[in-house]
């Protein structure tokens, strides 16, 4: 068994690009089956804006590749902003 106090000291790596994502803040639980449907990460806190709220992302529990003792992968496509030249 494992808590969630003990997910929410794992970094989410993205295994598609080697990058941490963050850590997660969250679970969505499906009240009627009692699975876990969702991880909720919350970013590092990137976005630069007027509020400079951190971003979350939504990672489905069907794209988490493997749960380690220090890290969670997962399998996350990412929208790139900015085009680097």
């Known amino acids: 068994m494992v808590k969630i106090s003990e ?3 794992k970094d989410v790596v993205n295994v598609s690009e080697g990058k941490k994502l963050g850590t997660i803040g969250d679970i969505d639980i ?3 089956t009692g699975k876990i449907e ?3 990460v919350s970013g ?7 509020f ?3 971003q979350e992302i939504i990672i489905p529990w069907r794209n988490i590749v493997k ?3 220090d890290v969670i ?4 496509q990412t929208k790139y ?3 680097e030249e």
Do not use: D, P, W
């Not at 590092?44 to 007027?50: A, E, I, N, V």
């Not at 992968?73 to 996350?76: A, D, E, G, K, N």
């Open 30 to 32: 499906n009240l009627a």
């Open 81 to 83: 902003e900015e085009i």
């Open 38 to 40: 969702a991880i909720i």
């Open 7 to 9: 997910f929410q000291i």
């Open 44 to 50: 590092s806190g990137k976005m630069l804006g007027l």
């Open 67 to 69: 749960i380690g003792a």
């Open 73 to 76: 992968l997962v399998r996350h």
């Open 52 to 54: 400079n709220k951190e």
